[in-house]
């Protein structure tokens, strides 16, 4: 399994708060990904980064914020969190970005609820 | 955005069935994967396809890219209780490295 961990892994927040997730890996791989799942949408894309410093948006970044400082770690931060920012949270990570025999590998996943 | 549209949503079958998930767009895409993904666990990816007409085996799983580039389909050989799980397709639009857009996903199950 690839060496990938988030943190929280549930949450339970209040309206109005921010909210940082992490997500650690231990593979050196240059692109990190931060997905939401919800309910008849499968995997949606919020951020992600191909390396240090270098981020984009995905399909559905508005009210997140992303930094990677280290290759390792990737955070994504609710500045104020919404209740239709409840959802189940991943990270994905992958060596090249999306060449023909890339493979994205997912972390375990955060639960956030935002009441 | 290209849009990748699952079907059926939800499969219920018997121990034995075959069966076939699709995954179509109306765009082209450079790769296609599938992946398999169990409650409380992160996605796992099952095979990419990246050659219009290509076609991969993995043991009882059959995967397909259509000639065009546009759709993929998933079909599974005497299916077992373990082939139970949600069924995602992603894709990579052309000129778009890095980025992939998935399909809601087929659940899938699978009873004795």
């Known amino acids: 399994d690839a060496g990938i961990t988030q943190s929280p892994r549930h949450k339970v927040t209040e309206t109005g708060t921010p909210v940082t997730l992490r997500c650690h890996q231990t593979?050196?791989?240059?692109?990190m990904y931060w997905y939401r799942q919800d309910p008849g949408h499968g995997l949606r894309l919020i951020h992600y980064?191909?390396?240090?410093?270098?981020?984009d948006k995905g399909e559905v970044s508005d009210g997140y914020s992303v930094s990677r400082s280290k290759t390792e770690d990737f955070l994504l931060t609710l500045e104020s969190a919404t209740s239709s920012q409840t959802s189940v949270y991943f990270c994905a990570i992958s060596e090249s970005g999306g060449g023909n025999t890339d493979t994205q590998y997912f972390g375990p996943g955060t639960r956030l609820t935002v009441l | 955005t290209q849009l990748l549209e699952q079907s059926p949503q939800f499969l219920s079958i018997q121990e034995g069935e075959n069966l076939t998930v699709y995954c179509n767009s109306s765009?082209?895409?450079?790769?296609l994967q599938w992946y398999r993904q169990e409650p409380g666990e992160g996605p796992v990816l099952l095979v990419t396809v990246v050659t219009g007409g290509e076609v991969k085996k993995l043991k009882r799983l059959t995967f397909q890219f259509g000639d065009a580039r546009k759709d993929s389909s998933l079909h599974i050989t005497a299916a077992q209780p373990g082939d139970t799980g949600l069924y995602l397709c992603a894709g990579r639009p052309p000129d778009s490295w890095g980025k992939f857009q998935f399909g809601a996903g087929t659940q899938v199950v699978v009873t004795p």
């Open positions: 765009s082209v895409f450079s790769s």
């Open positions: 593979e050196n791989h240059r692109y």
């Open positions: 980064s191909y390396g240090v410093k270098d981020t």
